[in-house]
């Protein structure tokens, strides 16, 4: 059973940062790629970004590419998403995510990915 909990969400003014960690237990986490995914109220969660096991590729949604980085460091089980110039239309429940299978690149949709976080609230004010 794969846990993955999501920590650094708060609230934050608009042009601000915040670094978002997940920590993943249970599984050989460093042959799955990682997703970030994000739900702001009344709307679908859609994808932020992903990573390959090795942290060689990564993929960013356009809404988010040039502000947003994300990287891994399996030798602590955990993957980052690092957000820059954040924008009130950011602020969202942000959820990590590990890849379904091994090895799968590239990964977008929510069913390339097996196992959820519950998810942290990110704030921006405008």
């Known amino acids: 059973q794969v846990r993955l909990v999501e920590s650094g969400g708060g609230l934050v003014q608009a042009g601000g940062s915040l670094r978002l960690s997940c920590a993943a237990s249970g599984r050989t986490f460093g042959s799955y790629c990682m997703g970030w995914f994000r739900q702001a109220p009344e709307t679908e969660r859609e994808f932020v970004g992903s990573?390959?096991?090795?942290?060689?590729?990564?993929d960013y949604a356009d809404s988010v590419k040039g502000r947003f980085t994300i990287s891994r460091d399996n030798a602590k089980n955990t993957v980052y998403l690092q957000m820059n110039s954040l924008k009130p239309d950011d602020t969202a429940v942000y959820y990590c995510?590990?890849?379904?299978?091994?090895?799968?690149?590239?990964?977008?949709?929510?069913?390339?990915?097996?196992?959820w976080g519950q998810g942290t609230q990110v704030t921006v004010s405008s």
């Open positions: 995510a590990l890849g379904r299978y091994q090895y799968k690149w590239p990964v977008r949709a929510e069913a390339d990915f097996g196992s």
């Open positions: 990573i390959n096991w090795t942290g060689s590729r990564i």
